[in-house]
């Protein structure tokens, strides 16, 4: 079955604390993993596609990475602005219905 | 400004009432979907529809119905088979197309009265 798993639940950082999210998935045929942010009460807004093992992409102070078994958020020196729901998602399998399989978020907190 | 809008913020069903959420997007995606967001868990597919008068069932579709007459429109009527739909209900919509990310609306809060 396929499956998405994200660590830690919640997470609380100093302002300027650097740290790693992490997005482990178990699919069969990986199509691409999309990383999302979500504040509270708002749909998911999203930050990057990755399609490949090795690939990175950045914006801001977050830079997203990939292997063949999971995919980490680095946030360099955070600011309270990026307290936040970050969720990983999984496209995965044949056929392009555009299906997306989420992991259950991590909560960030970043103090001032 | 292109986006998803979805209608009515807060929603609140009656024991038996059947409600429905409406999603409209103006940017010309082919595909959309709605979701169930519970405290706690990762969003759970109800329903899809990729292109107008089609649509098939998620992960989690009973006690829920779909339409799409319209590419711009896929309203969710939650019935009275749903026994728990107190939820955060996303709706979202992506273009063709390998690699292409969905884009969500601001969402609908259902409770029970």
């Known amino acids: 079955e396929d499956q998405v798993t994200q660590s830690p639940e919640a997470l609380r950082l100093q302002e300027g604390e650097s740290s790693s999210l992490n997005c482990s998935y178990t699919v069969s045929g990986l199509r691409g993993l999309f990383w999302y942010r979500q504040d509270p009460g708002k749909g998911p807004e999203f930050l990057f596609t990755?399609?490949?093992a090795g690939e990175e992409k950045e914006k801001e102070r977050l830079k997203a990475t990939l292997t063949k078994k999971e995919s980490f958020l680095h946030i360099t020196a955070p600011k309270p602005e990026d307290s936040a729901t970050y969720l990983c998602a999984v496209q995965a399998g044949s056929g392009n219905t555009g299906k997306l399989i989420f992991g259950q978020g991590t909560t960030l907190q970043v103090k001032p | 400004d292109g986006g998803i809008t979805q209608s009515p913020k807060y929603l609140f069903r009656k024991e038996g009432q059947n409600v429905t959420l409406s999603c409209e997007q103006n940017?010309?995606?082919?595909?959309m979907y709605w979701y169930r967001q519970d405290p706690g868990q990762g969003l759970r597919l109800i329903y899809y529809?990729?292109?107008?008068?089609?649509?098939q069932k998620g992960d989690i579709a009973e006690g829920y119905s779909v339409s799409r007459e319209k590419k711009e429109s896929f309203p969710l009527t939650v019935t009275s088979a749903q026994k728990n739909p107190t939820a955060f209900y996303l709706c979202?919509?992506?273009?063709?197309?390998?690699?292409?990310?969905?884009?969500f609306g601001d969402g609908t809060r259902l409770s029970i009265l």
């Open positions: 979202a919509s992506t273009d063709r197309g390998l690699h292409q990310p969905q884009h």
């Open positions: 529809s990729q292109i107008v008068n089609d649509f």
């Open positions: 940017l010309n995606h082919d595909a």
């Open positions: 990755l399609y490949s």
